[in-house]
T-cell receptor
Framework: DAKTTQPPSMDCAEGRAANLPCNHS???????VYWYRQIHSQGPQYIIH???NNETNEMASLIITEDRKSSTLILPHATLRDTAVYYC??????????????FGAGTRLAVHP | GAVVSQHPSWVICKSGTSVKIECRSL??????MFWYRQFPKQSLMLMAT?????????EQGVEKDKFLINHASLTLSTLTVTSAHPEDSSFYIC????????????FGNGTRLTVT
């Protein structure tokens, strides 16, 4: 699976949009982009994923560039509860046999009042 | 949504004893489950992948005789830390795959293991 690069930390004011970037310049054509977050001492929480079209759900929006070499996760109105480590992961669709999901270092987002 | 339950949420054991951690998919059948370990201020490290009814596939550097994984049913996988030592103290997290393809993984809430 392709490697991703994220800034180690970001700050955001409460109520403002948080835009978290991710570079995945070696992504291949069948790899999806996934975003998870991990709040302290909890398991990761799935946020959103996409292949090439922009995606939106109740939690966030995912913007993927046309060349698919980077993406941005957008939390439209960040709250203090959004303080967490955000992980961007790319992987091929799971199939039978040996599959795995590898986590990078992620971005530590701090939302402040 | 898909729920993965992990038990216990925390455990303290003495050095040399064994500890079993359970991972259950509550509302779906998981043919594949994953076990991760996380040390403080670090990212999740994949330990092994288990497929129901077959032997687990361990990542390089993970001792299969120390970290025993059993995935005997479509809703339950267990990780047993055998002969635990203080350096095994960590946060262990399981995840389960609901369906194949591009469906996301669902994670348990982790087990904090402290070996004294």
């Amino acid at each position: 699976d392709a490697k991703t690069t994220q800034p180690p930390s970001m700050d955001c004011a409460e109520g403002r949009a948080a835009n978290l970037p991710c570079n995945h310049s070696t992504i291949s054509g069948n790899e999806y982009v996934y975003w998870y977050r991990q709040i302290h001492s909890q398991g990761p929480q799935y946020i959103i994923h996409g292949l090439k079209n922009n995606e939106t759900n109740e939690m966030a929006s995912l913007i993927i560039t046309e060349d698919r070499k980077s993406s941005t996760l957008i939390l439209p109105h960040a709250t203090l509860r959004d303080t967490a480590v955000y992980y961007c992961i790319v992987r091929v669709p799971f199939s039978g046999g040996y599959n795995k999901l590898i986590f990078g270092a992620g971005t530590r987002l701090a939302v402040h009042p | 949504g898909a729920v993965v339950s992990q038990h216990p949420s925390w455990v303290i054991c003495k050095s040399g004893t064994s500890v079993k951690i359970e991972c259950r998919s509550l509302d779906f059948q998981a043919t594949t489950m994953f076990w991760y370990r996380q040390f403080p201020k670090q990212s999740l490290m994949l330990m092994a992948t288990s497929n129901e009814g077959s032997k687990a596939t361990y990542e390089q550097g993970v001792e299969k005789d120390k970290f025993l994984i059993n995935h005997a049913s479509l809703t339950l996988s267990t990780l047993t830390v055998t002969s635990a030592h203080p350096e095994d103290s960590s946060f262990y997290i399981c995840s389960a795959l609901d369906r194949g393809g591009n469906s996301p993984l669902h994670f348990g809430n982790g087990t904090r293991l402290t070996v004294t």
